[in-house]
Structures are given as structure tokens and as C-alpha cells.
């Protein structure tokens, strides 16, 4: 009889931001025994509420977990809770599996995998697309890098939470996947926002006009979600605009190091850091609409 995994293994989980706290409550649904950290401890109390058991430090997470999934906010907090003393990486196991689903930089992900490796222990870099309705309904796309038993140790818990799991390669694949990923979505965004924009100045019926896009060539979840959220000025967040300007910059520093021009990706990040510069951190990145049109606009 095979192994019942669910039983056997607990799970740690750093970080229960938007993104965070679906995903960890799937994994407790699924079964498993789950112990949690985050920066404020009010946003465990529905996890613990259901079970979930709370702890004060990341390393004391990761002293008592056989697989230990992070999603903080930028690679510094990743460094600190990794490598800093006491960190996950002086207190978890030998044998323990270290998922990182951070959006973080890929140099930053071989460090932590050979760290965890010269320690007994295995690191994968895991990042997710899909936003907070991709965490809330179990649908994230997880692209992760490392070493290949871990990551099949593991996919059953990575199940829980995305319906398209991908081994890349080695460690820094997954956040080098997650960089061709957020590329991608910088441009469309300008394009969804210029293509709304110029549909409501000419006077189209904004939502007529995504109907009839949204079936055809131009059809995308950015332009069928966000895009119906521009036209309600609707800028909560799904993934906030501060952090999609922390992974473009990643993702120009990694462009760089290997001589490609990017030239989308740099508009982009002047448009995003106007957003920033006008207090607009804090909200989802459909916010780019705002600089269309002049919405609440400080400048």
C-alpha cells in the first residue's frame, strides 16, 4: 500500500500575503499538517482557526517541517529568512524540501539551493502566475527549478495549489521562467491600456468593445479581467503594482547581464515607478489605466 502522504508529511508556510493565505488553506485542506509564519499575525488566524499551527519565527517553522513553502515580498526578505542566523536554513532538517514561490532574482535562488544542498537539504525555486483568483480557486501556473526528486517529492502539495506544475531545470529556472512571465505581462499591460483608453475616448461602449475583443486575436486574461476592471476604475489588488515594479526590475538587471535590449520592459518600468512616485504602490497593476487618463492624478 502506498505511503499516505498527507499524514506523514507537515508543511511550513512563510508568508500568507493576498496570494499566501488561499494557498496555504488549500494545503490544509488537502489533509496535511500545517505550520505557518507571517509578518503579521493576524492574517494566520483564519488558518489557525482550521487547524493550522502558528509559530513566531521562520525558523521555527522550518525546524519542524518536512516541506517548507515561502512567498514573501522581495528577494531581500528571501536572503533574511534564509540565510540570515537562525534563519530556514540553520534550523530546517536535513532531508527537508525548501520551496521558495517567491518572485525573486535567479543568482539568488543558486545560492539558496547550494546552501540547502551542503546542509543535506533540498532547495527549489518555485515562483506561481495567476494572481490571487489563480491562488483562490487552486489554478496557479508554478514554474520551478531545481533538483528533480525534490520536485517530485513534492508535487502532490504543489497540486493543491496550481493546475499546471512545471519542472524547468536546474535551480534559477523556475525564476528565470517567472522573468519571461512577468515580460510578457508588462507589455500587454500598456497595450490593454492603451486599446481601452482609445476605445472610451472615441466614445465605444468600453464593455461592448471588450466583448467583442475578448473573443477574438486580442483575447488574453490581462485584457478579459483587468481590462473589465479599468473600465470600473477598479485598482484593488491582485498582485500589487510595488511588487510587479520590484519584478521588472529583476527582470531588466537579468536583461542586462546578458546583453538583451529590452525596450517594452523599460517603458514599462518608467510607467510603473510613475504609479509608485504617485502613491499608486498599494493597488493592483490595472492601475497603469490612471496614467491614461489622468485619474486622481498628483502631477
Same mark, same amino acid.
Given at each position: 500500500m502506498a505511503p499516505n502522504?498527507?499524514?506523514?508529511?507537515?508543511?511550513?508556510f512563510i508568508g500568507l500575503g493576498i496570494m499566501g493565505q488561499h494557498m496555504a488553506g488549500h494545503i490544509l485542506a488537502g489533509g496535511y499538517e500545517l505550520h505557518v509564519n507571517s509578518r503579521t499575525r493576524a492574517k494566520a488566524d483564519a488558518l489557525v482557526e482550521r487547524g493550522a499551527i502558528w509559530y513566531e519565527s521562520p525558523g521555527e517553522v522550518a525546524a519542524t517541517s518536512d516541506i517548507l513553502i515561502t512567498i514573501v515580498g522581495y528577494p531581500v526578505d528571501v536572503e533574511s529568512i534564509y540565510l540570515e542566523p537562525g534563519g530556514i536554513l540553520d534550523r530546517a532538517r536535513p532531508g527537508a524540501v525548501l520551496i521558495d514561490?517567491?518572485?525573486?532574482?535567479?543568482s539568488l535562488a543558486e545560492r539558496i539551493a547550494k546552501a540547502a544542498s551542503l546542509r543535506g537539504m533540498m532547495a527549489l525555486d518555485a515562483p506561481v502566475s495567476g494572481g490571487d483568483i489563480g491562488a483562490r #480557486? &487552486?489554478?496557479?501556473a508554478i514554474m520551478a527549478g531545481g533538483d528533480e526528486t525534490a520536485f517530485s517529492q513534492v508535487l502532490p502539495v504543489l497540486r493543491l495549489i496550481g493546475s499546471n506544475v512545471v519542472h524547468m531545470?536546474?535551480?534559477?529556472?523556475g525564476q528565470h521562467t517567472k522573468m519571461a512571465n512577468q515580460i510578457a505581462i508588462a507589455s500587454t499591460m500598456i497595450a490593454v491600456s492603451e486599446s481601452i483608453s482609445y476605445a472610451t475616448r472615441v466614445g465605444l461602449n468600453p464593455d461592448l468593445t471588450l466583448d467583442v475583443l475578448g473573443t477574438g486575436a486580442a483575447s488574453s486574461f490581462l485584457l478579459n479581467g483587468l481590462g473589465r476592471k479599468m473600465v470600473?476604475?477598479?485598482?484593488?489588488p491582485g498582485f500589487?503594482?510595488?511588487?510587479?515594479?520590484?519584478?521588472?526590475?529583476?527582470?531588466?538587471? #537579468? &536583461?542586462k547581464r546578458i546583453n538583451l535590449d529590452l525596450p517594452g520592459l523599460a517603458l514599462a518600468q518608467k510607467m510603473y515607478e510613475r504609479l509608485l512616485a504617485n502613491g499608486f504602490g498599494e493597488?493592483?497593476?490595472?492601475a497603469l489605466y490612471r496614467i491614461y487618463n489622468r485619474l486622481h492624478w498628483s502631477e
Open positions: 502522504l498527507a499524514i506523514q508529511k507537515r508543511v511550513g514561490m517567491t518572485t525573486s532574482s535567479p #480557486e &487552486a489554478k496557479l531545470g536546474q535551480a534559477g529556472t470600473r476604475q477598479d485598482f484593488a500589487f503594482v510595488h511588487h510587479f515594479a520590484k519584478d521588472i526590475g529583476i527582470a531588466l538587471n #537579468e &536583461a493597488e493592483g497593476t490595472q
